[in-house]
């Protein structure tokens, strides 16, 4: 039983092909098998969100998502995001909020607040929290977190004013 | 932790799937959006030698009106559910509902059809689906069938659905002019499941209100309906007398299960407060 599945999946524009046993996550085919090694892993069971990638577009866990199921499809993961310069500005406002702390849970929290601030602009304050509460940061930098998303979310639009 | 090992198959149709319920019977798990699937993988609680994922199914997609319901597909995630103009116009109580499950990552890929399969008495869609007086519409080896939720839920985790059907669809009758919803629960985090949480509908009729259904998430081993509290109501005007008399009903009327952290003492007050915030919003 158990036989190894093809896979085929475009990770952070680059075309791989390779063959998966069907149990192994998402995070683990990242790290192990592409290493890369931003995607962390915390819980495995979907609660902390350390392992929040993009598939097709969208945040997901990669911990209750198998390697499997992204076959055909397209995951971006923080390397992608950050060599394409995407969010720079999340970036540099994490710097300069002081949110990173010992950056377990940033890869998770970058991926998400992206998805935020591209698709609710207005966010208010307590959206942010909200929305970001499906992260855990285990050195409870939560404050600094939630300054530095909103302080991006002025730059923009700022910016398209 | 890990998954043990299992195989994996991903089949183009419905009737591919049921096919393979029939061989493999218990040992095979069906695989949607995995948001509760695969935390019971990872942590070794489930060790299916089969995991059949549907999510190549097209038929199981899509949110659409048909006659006088929205059929809402078992593959439509929770997202797409939230962000849905013909949801928010059809069946706003699932457009408030939404957000309140899990966590945006978690929205993106879990859906519809597995909530309402896999029947956390704490969930949302259960419950949003008990206080619309839904349908589930499911398919096994004898065709289709149409269940009310009603009667869908039997126990824990325990639903009508036979062991080689799967739930293909939900339906709810459309909003009418003049219906009334409201949803609210306590949670520990937001995001988290409901410590007890309250989802209800009725029909206006000038100030008063008809048909009402109150839904309850966390109480009960099932999602569970008031139903001598829903009668007490019925063509009453939500006033502050007639949500007093409503709360007092409640209370004796609900016989919560506790939780890890709440007795069924504090559970039934918190049942009395969600009703008092519903009914006050319903007379505003």
Known sequence: ?161 | MKAAAFDYVKPDTVDQVIALLQTHGDDARVLAGGQTLMATLNMRLSEPLMVIDITGIAALRGIERRGDVLRIGALATHTQIEESALVKQHAPLLTEAAPHIAHRAIRNSGTWGGSIAYADPAAEWPACLLALGGTVVVQGPRGERRIAADDFYLGLYTTALAPDEIVIAGEIPLARPGQWHGLSELARRHGDYAIVGLAASAQRQGAALSGVRLAFMGVATTPWRARRTEQLLEGKVPDAATQAMAVASLRAEIDPLPDLTNTPETKRHLAGVLLQRLLASAHA
């Open chain 1, 1 to 161: 039983m158990a036989d190894l599945h093809p896979l085929h999946v475009t990770v952070n524009g680059q075309a791989h092909r390779c063959s998966i046993a069907p149990r192994t996550h998402l995070v683990d085919f990242l790290r192990e098998d592409l290493g890369l090694k931003g995607s962390h892993l915390g819980c495995e069971h979907g609660v902390c969100g350390a392992c929040t990638v993009e598939l097709n577009g969208q945040i997901v866990r990669g911990c209750l998502t198998l390697a499997v199921q992204a076959d055909g499809g397209s995951v971006q993961t923080i390397e992608g995001l950050s060599q394409s310069g995407v969010i720079r500005d999340l970036q540099q406002a994490f710097v300069a909020r002081n949110a990173l702390q010992c950056g377990f849970c940033t890869s998770g929290m970058l991926m998400a607040a992206k998805e935020l601030v591209e698709t609710r602009p207005e966010a208010t304050r307590a959206e942010v929290r909200e929305w970001i509460s499906g992260n855990y940061c285990r050195c409870t930098g939560y404050h600094a977190i939630v300054d530095a998303i909103c302080d991006v979310l002025r730059q923009r639009k700022e910016t398209q004013a």
